[in-house]
């Protein structure tokens, strides 16, 4: 049997896809399902089209990746440095990392309401948000990837007469580098789920707000497709990191 190709496999998943939705469509109008129940995809696709066209999802959409992408930088750096300082210091680790987990422990979902009261209503709490949900996965991933430098390497270092921050910037960083670029991947993902859970509490503008309003308006539809572009904007980062992550390795691993 001969290998599937990159090419098959996409043909694959979009048929797969079109059988779904065919499935989901023909059930819908068989089982004569309520619209508020559960909308047919070719409703939903007149309410995405619709909002595209007059221009009503576009606002919310700028609102949701602003929060997302200053969420994402804030807390990855933090997460990034984090990491870094606790793998290159025994004491920072030992007193700091408890802490860090018990931040972690806390649902975000109940800091919103906390944040809200603090900031206000708007991007600042929804950011906040996105920020803390996104710190962890780069700071474990950051520790774990410099404390996985071989020692008979590190010990090279020393003989040569390497600084610490010599060691750091031209050993340690890019034997992490794909243990980094993995939290990146998860950050990115769960950056979307935080700002969409901050845009349920405290925000007006952003395609949670949009979900939330078109609950109480009983437009189902108009919610699977704002449930649409946050996946899609989803797979876009998520296919972006991908793409980083090529370009950053490709140095190392000589692949193109």
């Known amino acids: 049997m001969k290998p ?46 619709n909002g595209v066209a007059t221009g009503y999802f576009w606002p919310h959409v700028r609102a949701t990746l602003s929060a997302l992408l200053l969420g994402l930088v804030g807390g990855g750096a933090a997460g990034l440095l984090m990491g870094v ?15 860090v987990v018990v931040s972690q422990v806390v649902p975000k979902l109940a800091l919103a309401p906390l944040f809200v009261l603090w900031f206000g209503f708007g991007i600042v709490p929804t950011a906040l948000i996105t920020a803390l949900i996104c ?27 390497a600084t610490r921050g010599q060691t750091l910037l031209r050993l340690k960083l890019p034997v992490a580098l794909p243990f980094i670029l993995a939290g990146l991947r998860m950050a990115v993902v769960l950056a979307l789920v935080g700002a969409v859970v901050g845009e349920f509490i405290g925000a007006s503008h952003g395609l949670g707000a949009v979900v939330i309003a078109s609950q109480g308006m009983m437009d189902t539809a108009l919610m699977f497709a704002a449930l649409f572009l946050i996946a899609l904007i989803g797979l876009v980062l998520y296919q972006a990191t991908l793409l980083l992550e090529r370009w950053l390795l490709t140095p190392y691993t000589g692949n193109p």
């Open 85 to 99: 300082a606790l793998a290159e210091s025994v004491l920072l680790e030992r007193v700091l990392r408890p802490y």
């Open 135 to 161: 710190f962890f996965p780069l700071m474990e991933n950051t520790l774990t990837g410099l404390k996985h430098v071989d020692p008979s390497r590190l010990q090279l270092f020393r003989m040569l007469g």
């Open 4 to 49: 599937t190709t990159a090419l098959q496999a996409r043909l694959m998943a979009a048929a797969l896809l079109l059988v779904l939705l065919a499935a989901w469509e023909f059930t819908v109008r068989r089982s004569g399902l309520s619209a508020l129940v559960l909308p047919a995809p070719s409703a939903v696709a007149a309410a995405l089209w």
